[in-house]
Structure formats: structure tokens, C-alpha cells
């Protein structure tokens, strides 16, 4: 039992009460005029019904609020839930985003490495021609000065 039925139930518990022990006072007969229409009707009937319209006028607000309330929460969960999956949706075409940069980013390094040694490449290549059009002018020259008869300089 929830605290605010405790709450509703001891208030009804204490008008029970309070018409039990008042019951004699309650019980004389009262007139009433209501402009068109007069009626004698005992006290406590007429504040008991009273009460009994206004519990009634309070217990339909209470309900029609509580309606309200519980749609306000559907509707904002409903709105949550449309935020929450934009957010993923969104995280997600970010993660995705992230990926195809990084895969182009490393397509275009492996194209720079590539390019790299293949420069680092043609310049050795360049370098061994030039290492190996060195040496055979030396050995021409030797050959030349061995069959000139000169002597080769040391």
C-alpha cells in the first residue's frame, strides 16, 4: 500500500469517525431551500453527500491528471527513444566516417611509401651504374697504363 493510499485511507477513517460520534448533532433535521424546490433533510445526510460529491469531483481530477501525466511520460519517452536512436544513428555514420578516413589515410601512405622506394630505388639503381661506370673507367685506365708499360700510381 503506497503512502498516499495510507494517507486517503486514515482521512476517511477520521470523517467515519467523526460522524459517529456526531451522529445525534447530525441527525436533526435542517430546511433546506434550494430557489425552486425546499426539502427537510437531516444534517449529516446533507454533509455526507457533500462530502461524498466533493471526494468524487476530487477523486475524477485526480484521475484525469494522472492521465495527463501518464501521456506527457508516453509521449516523452516516445521523443527519447527517437533521440536516442538519432544519437546512434549519428555515432554511428561518425564511426563509419572515422573508418573511410583512416582507410584513405593509409592508402594514400602506402601510395607515399611506395613512391618513396621506388625513388630510394631508382636512385641506387642510379648510383650502382654510376659506382659501376666509375669502375670500369678505372680498369680501362689500369689496362691502358699495364699495356702502355707505366707503372700505376699508388
Not at 427537510?40 to 454533509?47: E, Q, Y
Amino acid at each position: 500500500m503506497t503512502q498516499r493510499l495510507a494517507i486517503l485511507f486514515l482521512v476517511a477513517l477520521l470523517f467515519a469517525a467523526f460522524f459517529v460520534i456526531n451522529w445525534s448533532a447530525l441527525a436533526i433535521p435542517i430546511h433546506i431551500n434550494l430557489l425552486f424546490y425546499s426539502l427537510d433533510l437531516a444534517n449529516g445526510i446533507l454533509l455526507g453527500g457533500l462530502l461524498a460529491i466533493a471526494a468524487a469531483v476530487l477523486t475524477i481530477s485526480f484521475g484525469l491528471s494522472q492521465r495527463r501525466l501518464r501521456l506527457a511520460n508516453r509521449r516523452l519517452e516516445a521523443e527519447l527513444l527517437a533521440q536516442q536512436r538519432l544519437v546512434n544513428e549519428a555515432e554511428g555514420s561518425r564511426i563509419l566516417g572515422l573508418q573511410k578516413s583512416i582507410a584513405d589515410e593509409m592508402t594514400r601512405l602506402g601510395r607515399d611509401l611506395t613512391a618513396s622506394i621506388d625513388g630510394v630505388r631508382g636512385e641506387l639503381r642510379d648510383t650502382e651504374h654510376s659506382i659501376a661506370a666509375t669502375l670500369g673507367e678505372i680498369d680501362d685506365r689500369l689496362r691502358r697504363n699495364t699495356q702502355d708499360g707505366t707503372s700505376v700510381p699508388r
